[in-house]
């Protein structure tokens, strides 16, 4: 009991393992995974207090208070709602025992240890989020870029030399055009599933 009290104090109990697939279902993460919806873990580190499960879909948090409490919280952070951000990862020193991995998840700032014996398997990981990362990124611009241009349509068309009938007619059809458009858009550029990329990434 005491040694374990003293890893946690020295944190030595948060550096994490990286999970094999054949042992997935033995994690409290697995039972959160929409298996239903064709949810598929991809990878996973875990650590003695907190699980960190990386689907297609989402980032699952199995959030532990510490590493000699029970209590845990289940944290939920889909990757099209919660965007990617500054994918690093920090390789070991002579006496390190961990390497790190560094992330921001929307507003949620991610600092995770893994053995530094597990870095192989660690930089498929980081390769994965940082494509992710930059997949996302080239979306929103384009998405930005597709309200941009229907709001410079609108204006135009406020602007030009026509009877009010025919403004409101041709209003109407453009805003009908520009919703149906930008669904369309949305649908191309707003990924919620990156199977492919982890597929494309990750060895283990």
Known sequence: MFKKIAADAL??????????????????????????????????????????????????????????????????YPYSQHKISN???????????????????????????VRKDQIEELKDLYKALLRISEITHENEIIMDMAGESLNKAVTVLHNSRTNEVNISNQYKELTEFGFTWLTSVREQYHEKDFGEVFEKYINN
């Open 87 to 113: 994918v690093m990862l920090e390789t070991a020193g002579k006496i390190d025992m961990d390497v790190e991995i560094k992330f921001n998840l929307g507003n949620q700032n991610y600092d995770i240890d």
């Open 11 to 76: 944190g030595l109990s948060d550096i994490g393992t990286i999970i094999k697939p054949a042992d997935y279902d033995k994690t409290d993460a697995d039972d959160y995974v929409m298996h239903e919806d064709d949810e598929k873990i991809y990878f996973l580190i875990k650590t003695k207090a907190d699980e960190y499960c990386f689907t297609n879909l989402a980032l699952i948090h199995v959030d532990g208070e510490s590493a000699i409490s029970s209590k845990r919280t289940l944290k939920r």
